[in-house]
């Protein structure tokens, strides 16, 4: 059963566009909602993180939008660059184990 | 380096052998996790341990494989019996064990089995 759900599996943005990826979840138990970015190679690394207590957060060019009736959260970068080209996964987590999405892998159009 | 450290980086065997990779995690970190990727997907959850107590076990984690953090610092991870299947991306992270700690990765081990 696939807990996380992560949506597109690949995103291709031109230079200075706005990259958008969506997640949604089904345990209700969950109460942290982690972005992770990975490069070829390396593991994942924490990109930004948000509570179900808010609606949004913003870190620089990357905003995590939250809806938790609709049990949805999203990842949008504003002003991709071509350094942002990587693969992104939402995950979950209800106090013990992450629970990750299948990931998306962006690429900026240079 | 502080972060988490997994050795090897690399691993190639023969079917049937086993294999053991190790994890040292962040030095102040009681929380440490072993996930498996696979080519093209998510991180899946292995195993956790919470010092040295390993708290939960993954359906995916079958006898062939276990894991120890015998003084709550470093971890191993073993595969007994290699089958091509199990080739994949061995993944650990470590934590603090408050909840929504962030959890560092390390670069992972690559397993091959040919």
């Known amino acids: 059963q696939q807990q996380v759900k992560q949506s597109p599996q690949s995103l291709i943005v031109q230079k200075g566009g706005i990259s958008i990826i969506n997640c949604a979840y089904e345990?209700?138990?969950?109460?942290?909602f982690p972005w992770y970015q990975q490069f070829p190679g390396k593991g994942p690394a924490l990109l930004i993180a948000?509570?179900?207590?808010?609606s949004e957060k913003k870190e620089g060019r990357f905003t995590i939008s939250f809806n938790k009736s609709a049990k949805q959260f999203s990842l949008h970068i504003m002003d991709s660059q071509p350094g942002d080209s990587a693969t992104y996964f939402c995950?979950?987590?209800?106090?013990?184990?992450?629970?990750f999405g299948k990931g998306t892998r962006l690429h900026i159009l240079p | 380096d502080t972060g988490v450290s997994q050795n090897p980086r690399h691993k190639i065997t023969k079917r049937g052998q086993n294999v053991t990779f190790r994890c040292d995690p962040i030095?102040?970190?009681?929380?440490l996790y072993w996930y498996r990727q696979t080519l093209g997907q998510g991180p899946e959850f292995l195993t956790y341990?919470?010092?040295?107590?390993?708290?939960?076990k993954s359906r995916l984690l079958s006898d062939r494989f276990s894991a120890e953090r015998p003084k709550g610092s470093f971890s191993t991870l073993e595969i007994q019996r290699t089958e091509q299947g199990d080739s994949a991306m061995y993944l650990c992270?470590?934590?603090?064990?408050?909840?929504?700690?962030?959890?560092?990765f390390g670069q992972g081990t690559r397993l091959t089995v040919v």
């Open positions: 992270a470590s934590s603090f064990s408050l909840g929504g700690a962030e959890a560092f």
């Open positions: 345990n209700t138990a969950f109460d942290y």
């Open positions: 948000i509570r179900p207590d808010v």
């Open positions: 995950a979950a987590q209800g106090g013990d184990k992450i629970i």
């Open positions: 030095s102040e970190h009681n929380r």
């Open positions: 341990f919470q010092n040295e107590a390993q708290l939960e």
